[in-house]
């Protein structure tokens, strides 16, 4: 498993880093802490991580400091910065030092994540599951968790290291249908669930869900139950309709 460490003083920063990221799908661990550049120097030597957040403005060494040092003695390591300045200075020495990106506080999720790919492009490929039902498997678990954002098959192989057609081949080989299918269903299933709720908008439910709007949503959710998201909740808010095949 990848190593990550964030050193930065703020407590809250930490929580926040550990919490937007599901860390599995790095195949990393829990990210580890330290509180300062001197800290986190000596850690280096020890702990080995992979990826390291580091914060520009903190006690005992700053981030500047600790990033030309850390760098020299460990240049295989990737570097992420995470400031709360905007500034000329800190930005230039990120990119003397070659870190992957410099993200400001408050942190974007979407921000963080491109980062992380980033910064795992550039290491070495991880020990992986090696047999088809096991990748199959963190696939599944991959949409499950992350069907409200933009999943391509592209995206899928450059995570995990395999090409698009044998992701493809060995979840349809485990779950009967192809990537892109499951996360039809996944999202339509969803779908449904919500549009019970009278509450909720049909362009809420859209949103929720990830779509661009609420037309693409609707053309979607037509063609997996052959009905428009309003008809599904005229029959009985949705209790007549069933997906395909059923």
Request: charged share 25%; hydrophobic share 40%.
């Amino acid at each position: 498993m990848r190593k990550i460490l964030i050193v930065d003083d703020e407590q809250s920063v930490h929580q926040a880093i550990r919490s937007l990221v599901d860390w599995s799908q790095f195949y990393a661990d829990t990210p580890l802490s330290a509180y300062n550049g001197q800290e986190a120097l000596a850690l280096l030597e020890t702990l080995r991580p992979d990826v390291v957040f580091i914060d520009m403005e903190m006690p005992l060494m700053d981030g500047k400091t600790f990033l030309a040092k850390a760098t020299a003695a460990h240049p295989e390591i990737q570097y992420i910065v995470v400031s709360g300045y905007d500034s000329f200075n800190f930005t230039q020495a990120a990119i003397r030092c070659k870190a992957v990106d410099y993200l400001l506080k408050p942190i974007d999720r979407a921000e963080l994540l491109e980062a992380l790919r980033q910064a795992c492009s550039r290491l070495p490929a991880p020990e992986e599951p090696r047999r088809p039902a096991d990748i199959a498997l963190v696939l599944k678990s991959y949409v499950d968790h992350h069907y409200r954002e933009d999943i391509s098959l592209a995206k899928l192989s450059e995570m995990f290291f395999f090409s698009r057609e044998y992701l493809n081949r060995v979840f349809r080989a485990a779950y009967g249908c192809a990537v892109y299918e499951y996360v039809q269903r996944v999202r339509m299933e969803h779908a449904a669930r919500l549009l019970r709720d009278p509450g909720q908008s049909i362009q809420s439910v859209a949103d929720g869900l990830g779509y661009s709007n609420a037309n693409y949503f609707s053309k979607a959710f037509k063609k997996y139950y052959g009905m428009s998201p309003s008809e599904f909740r005229e029959q009985g808010e949705g209790r007549a309709a069933s997906p395909p095949g059923e």
